[in-house]
C-alpha cells in the first residue's frame, strides 16, 4: 500500500491537489474536515460533538479524530493505498497514526508538506468563504485563529516526519497544474 500525508496550512489546496493525486494514482482520500462538515450537516453525534470546535477553528479533540480515522482505515482494508488530507494535525496524530499503521503492516512512505505564504492562505480563504459559503472561512478572527493553531499546534508535525525522513517540502504557489506537477515528480520516487 502507498500510504502519503498531505500536509499544509489551511487554504494551501490540500483538498484540491487531493482530488488530482487521486485520479492518477487511485489512492483512497480521507479529509477529516470533509468528514466533519459532513457529519455536522447531517446532525449526527460526530457532526454535534465537533460543531463547537470546527466552528470556531479550533483543533477537534484528537480521540474524536483518531476514532472517525480508523474506522475509516479499517473499512476500506483494500485500498491501493490512502491520501490524509488535513490529518495528522498534532503530533499525538501522528504518533497514533504511526502506531495504528504498523499494527495493520503499513507505514506512511511520504509527507508532501505545501508552503504558501500567509497573505496568500488569507486570501484564498476568503475567496473560498464567498464561494463555498463555508462559515470558518467568512469570519476574520476565525481564520487568524485557524494560521495561529497551525503555527502552535500543526507545523510541529513537520518535524515528526522529517525525523523519520519522510517529509517533502513543496511550493505551493501557482497553477494547480504546476503544483500537482510539483507533487507527482515526488510521488513517482516512490511509488
Ligand atoms: P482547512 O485545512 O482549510 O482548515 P479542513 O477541512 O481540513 O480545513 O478542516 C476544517 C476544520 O475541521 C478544522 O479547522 C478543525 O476544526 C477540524 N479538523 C479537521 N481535521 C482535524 C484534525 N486532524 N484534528 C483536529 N481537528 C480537525
Redesign the pocket.
Given at each position: 500500500m502507498f500510504n502519503l500525508v498531505l500536509f499544509g496550512p489551511?487554504?494551501s489546496g490540500?483538498g484540491t491537489q487531493s482530488a488530482r493525486i487521486v485520479e492518477r494514482y487511485q489512492l483512497k482520500h480521507i479529509?477529516?474536515?470533509?468528514i466533519?462538515?459532513k457529519e455536522m450537516d447531517a446532525k449526527t453525534a460526530l457532526g454535534l460533538k465537533?460543531k463547537s470546535?470546527?466552528e470556531k477553528?479550533?483543533?477537534?479533540p484528537?480521540e474524536l479524530?483518531v476514532d472517525l480515522v480508523m474506522n475509516f482505515l479499517d473499512q476500506h482494508g483494500d485500498e491501493r493505498g490512502f491520501i490524509f488530507?488535513?490529518?495528522?494535525?498534532?503530533i499525538r496524530?501522528a504518533e497514533i497514526l504511526r502506531t495504528e499503521l504498523f499494527e495493520r503492516g503499513q507505514t506512511i512512505k511520504l509527507m508532501i508538506d505545501l508552503k504558501v505564504p500567509e497573505a496568500e492562505l488569507l486570501e484564498r480563504?476568503r475567496k473560498r468563504g464567498k464561494k463555498s459559503g463555508r462559515a470558518?472561512d467568512q469570519d476574520e478572527d476565525i481564520l487568524q485563529n485557524?494560521l495561529k493553531i497551525y503555527r502552535d499546534s500543526t507545523e510541529p508535525v513537520i518535524s515528526f516526519y522529517t525525523k523519520h525522513h519522510k517529509h517533502y517540502e513543496i511550493d505551493g504557489v501557482g497553477t494547480v497544474d504546476e503544483v500537482f506537477n510539483r507533487i507527482s515528480s515526488v510521488i513517482e520516487q516512490f511509488i
Open positions: 489551511p487554504g490540500k479529509s477529516t474536515g470533509d466533519f462538515r465537533a470546535y470546527v477553528g479550533n483543533l477537534v484528537d479524530v488530507d488535513g490529518f495528522p494535525r498534532t496524530q480563504m470558518d485557524r
